[in-house]
């Protein structure tokens, strides 16, 4: 709104919109965003503690996983949207570290909203953010140690600490084990360069059994069953056709009708009928092949000629799990069953159905240098499988990440030390109000260290004071011991993490941070208000409709 040199008031926003500008507008921001901080913080580090997030029909999800919980609460406000944002940036780019980098962008618009109380311009504190967040990613490159791809202890560890604090820690060791090897197995190395793909590793959930009893199967595991009970339980030395069409009677594209008179003609056609699946078992066995694992449908009596010659078949596969079948047994993905020969087929050691409970899988196991594997993992409950799930795909997500960028660094808040450290130092450069900004965020990444102790109740002062003074004596990686309340060599205890994780939580905070203070002026428009239909579909008019009440 503004007004004229007659005072008359000129309307350029409509009437349901609510505008919210300068200061207020940033103190909302900051303080939605805060919030969000506020409400991942408790589960950060091995003693964090889970959220049950319950929805609006009752499911119940229980986990201490930072982007879960984020997805799982619905948030609307659009500040808080964008720490939800970072959050899932950082689980698409490394898969783990997402409660740290929401924590630590909370923590620097804290800091941010003293600056702004002392006078200091956004722009100032952004640049210092900016300048503060390059320094710190060189810092981190610097404080950073080779992993090499033969290390497996380290990348053990590695997983290990991705699974500390969370659903699946009772059995981390065996699981880091699991993780470790299947990663390995689907690496592929072009020169030095490592590719992995995290969708090569399958993670398929079975309840019943602890999750010490998850296992690797060197294959894929199948949420499936034989189609026919007179088909082999177990097939060895298989051999297995992968067809995406479906095997039944083709039909038209268009709609036919076909009339019989004679009674005799349709014993003929369901003959004609029975001769065209048997001449697509024939070919289906003349291949070579005793698996057949189909995307679409088998007809019945397919089934049963199958089940004859001694097929193992299971329907309905889904498309991911082909194309993973295709990369752990070597197979070729058919569409025309005519085009299918002994090379097309798939080589797995043993194909079997095996009951877990009530329910029957079918593991293709045993394949010789498979590219796709699956990690089959057990639990007492669904909420118990569902959080080790995670666990495991944060375990996945670490060793990825360091096996590709070779970098690794310490964890318990000793990098987070270090780098305030530095920072604090490298602000002393700057002469102007910038200093202020760049010391703001060193002091923001003390945040980590101080949570890791307030979630184990130890006493977050002192636990600070005595990492200070251990890094001032150049212990670059002294970090908390949460269990003992002690400050401990991070690296010779086996706290390890991924670089990726550290550059991009600090990046993703910065920029949020960055971002939501550059914002003054929020323009929320309302919903429109719909008009009142009454019979006849004619409109009964509202408050912007002539004659016409609601």
């Known amino acids: 709104m503004a007004s004229n040199k007659d005072n008359q008031p000129i309307y350029i926003l409509a009437d349901n919109t609510k505008r919210t500008s300068g200061r207020e507008a940033q103190r909302m921001n900051i303080m939605a965003a805060k919030l969000v901080a506020e409400t991942v913080r408790t589960t950060l580090g091995p003693k964090g503690m889970d959220k049950m997030i319950v929805d609006g029909i ?53 800091k941010a909203e003293d600056l702004l109380d002392q006078e200091v311009h956004p722009t100032v504190i952004a640049k210092g953010y900016r300048l503060a967040a390059a320094k710190a990613k060189e810092y981190l490159e610097e404080m950073a140690e080779e992993v090499s791809f033969e290390d497996n202890s380290m990348l053990r560890k590695i997983a290990m600490t991705a699974m500390t604090g969370k659903g699946a820690e009772a059995s981390k060791e065996l699981l880091s084990e699991l993780v470790v090897k299947a990663v390995k197995r689907v690496v592929e190395k072009d020169g030095e360069k490592i590719k992995v793909d995290p969708d090569d590793i399958k993670i398929e959930k079975k309840l019943g059994g602890g999750v010490e ?8 595991a199948l949420d499936k069953e034989r189609v026919h009970s007179g088909m082999p339980k177990r097939v060895e030395a298989a051999r297995i056709a992968l067809i995406d069409s479906p ?116 593991l293709v196991q045993e394949c010789k240098n498979p590219k796709s594997v699956t990690l089959l993992v057990r639990g007492t409950t669904e909420h118990v499988l569902a959080e080790a799930k995670r666990a495991i795909e944060d375990a996945i997500g670490d060793t990825i990440a360091s096996l590709k960028n070779g970098r690794v660094v310490a964890g318990a808040g000793a990098p987070e030390i270090e780098l305030a450290r530095n920072l604090a130092k490298y602000s002393e450069r700057f002469g102007g109000r910038e200093q202020l900004a760049i010391k703001a965020f060193a002091e923001s990444l003390e945040v980590i260290p ?17 990492l200070r003074s251990a890094h001032d004596k150049k212990e670059v990686w002294a970090g908390i011991n949460v269990f003992s309340g002690k400050v401990m060599n991070a690296w010779k205890h086996g706290v390890l993490e991924p ?22 002026d929020v323009i929320a428009g309302g919903p429109e208000k719909m008009p009142v239909v009454g019979r006849g579909g004619m409109p009964m008019g509202g408050e912007n409709m002539p004659g016409g009440e609601y």
């Open 58 to 110: 009752g499911g119940i999800t229980v986990t201490n996983d930072g982007v879960t919980i984020l997805e799982e609460m619905n948030i609307e406000h659009p500040s808080a949207k964008m720490l939800v944002e970072i959050a899932k940036t950082q689980e698409n780019e490394v898969g783990d570290g997402t409660t740290t980098a929401v924590v630590i962008a909370g923590e620097l618009l804290k």
């Open 213 to 220: 009893e998850s296992t690797l199967v060197e294959g894929i």
């Open 247 to 362: 095997i039944e009677v083709k039909t038209t594209e268009i709609d036919a009708k076909i009339s019989i008179s004679d009674p005799s003609k349709m014993q003929a056609f369901l003959d004609m009928e029975e001769s065209m699946l048997r001449k697509i078992v024939e070919k289906i066995v003349a291949s070579g092949a005793n698996v057949l694992l189909c995307q679409k449908g088998i007809d019945e009596m397919a089934q049963h000629f199958l089940a004859k010659k001694g097929i193992l078949a299971a329907r309905r596969v889904m498309k991911s799990d082909m194309e993973k079948l295709s990369k752990a047994t070597g197979g070729r993905i058919i569409t025309d069953l005519s085009d299918l020969t002994e090379d097309d087929l798939g080589r797995a050691g043993v194909v079997e159905e095996v009951k877990f409970g009530d329910e029957s899988m079918i």
């Open 450 to 466: 101080r949570t890791l102790a307030e979630n184990a109740g130890l006493d977050p002062i002192d636990v600070l004071t005595e």
């Open 499 to 520: 670089l990726k994780i550290k550059t991009q939580a600090v990046a993703s905070a910065a920029e949020v941070a960055v971002m939501i203070l550059r914002i003054d």
